[in-house]
């Protein structure tokens, strides 16, 4: 397997309880256009977990992003003197 980069892991977290979230807002919704009867009050509380999906992909993105930076940093820095070979 790969090594992940950091922030993959919250990324594919924050997708499948987007996921999970999209399907019951899905089930959720279906009642009402379809005119039966509707499903109980914590079905509409498991709706939620889209956003809570976006927030946790969204934190993996920004920390992506920092190690990137990081990275980047680190390449460009010039060498510290004592790391240089002494003649």
């Known amino acids: 397997m790969n090594s992940a980069a950091p ?3 919250l990324i594919r977290a924050g997708a499948v309880v987007f ?6 807002t ?3 919704v279906a009642p009402l256009l379809l005119g039966t009867t509707p499903f109980p009050t ?3 509380g498991l709706s ?3 956003g809570v ?3 946790v992909a969204g934190a993996g993105v920004i920390q ?3 190690a990137g930076r990081r990275q980047a940093r680190a390449a460009s820095s010039p060498p510290s003197p004592s ?4 003649r």
């Open 7 to 9: 922030g993959d892991r």
């Open 19 to 24: 996921f999970v979230g999209a399907v019951a």
């Open 26 to 28: 899905l089930v959720t």
């Open 42 to 44: 914590y079905m509409f």
């Open 48 to 50: 939620m977990l889209m």
């Open 53 to 55: 999906g976006f927030l």
């Open 64 to 66: 992506s992003i920092a």
């Open 83 to 86: 790391a240089s070979p002494s």
